[in-house]
């Protein structure tokens, strides 16, 4: 996949979550951010072939006493896609107060929801390793 389409596609998916959690993009605090990063090997070796990670949030407004039951449907929404649920939690007396943390079982992306602020939610996708088109991929 190249780095356009994994960048489109995680903006798609963080969209989806704003949608499921009704939460609005503010200009001043959405701050898309897309981080590419080289793979690393189970050895800590980095390969030439431009095989890369990426991760990508933005932030949304939506009032705190909403955020539990946003983070609850966004959590509903990916166990019906087929995620792995691996944290989810709806406390205003711990921290993270509202969040839930997810991975595909067969696609390995891990996408995450969590209340950072009084009125902000920060929706967050990581992509596993990906090869970019046309490419080779090394061996190790």
């Given at each position: 996949m ?6 489109k596609w995680?903006k ?6 704003v949608?499921?959690a009704r939460?609005?993009?503010?200009p ?5 951010a ?5 793979c690393?090997?189970?050895n ?11 991760s ?5 407004t939506?009032?705190r ?9 966004i959590k509903?929404?990916l166990?019906d896609k ?7 939690v709806v406390?205003?007396?711990e921290e ?6 997810a991975?595909?079982p067969?696609?390995q ?5 969590g ?10 996708v990581?992509?596993p ?8 991929q090394?061996?190790?």
């Amino acid at each position: 996949m190249s780095k356009e389409k994994a960048e489109k596609w995680a903006k798609h998916w963080t969209d989806s979550m704003v949608g499921t959690a009704r939460a609005r993009l503010d200009p001043k605090t959405a701050r898309p951010a897309a981080d590419f990063t080289n793979c690393l090997g189970s050895n800590n070796e980095t390969s030439g072939d431009g095989r890369f990670t990426l991760s990508y949030s933005v932030r949304g407004t939506l009032p705190r006493a909403e955020h539990a039951a946003a983070v609850t449907d966004i959590k509903e929404t990916l166990k019906d896609k087929g995620f792995d649920i691996q944290t989810f939690v709806v406390d205003e007396d711990e921290e993270p107060a509202n969040a839930v943390d997810a991975k595909h079982p067969e696609d390995q992306q891990f996408v995450s929801v969590g209340s950072v602020g009084e009125d902000l939610l920060v929706f967050s996708v990581v992509t596993p390793c990906l090869l970019p088109p046309g490419v080779e991929q090394q061996q190790f």
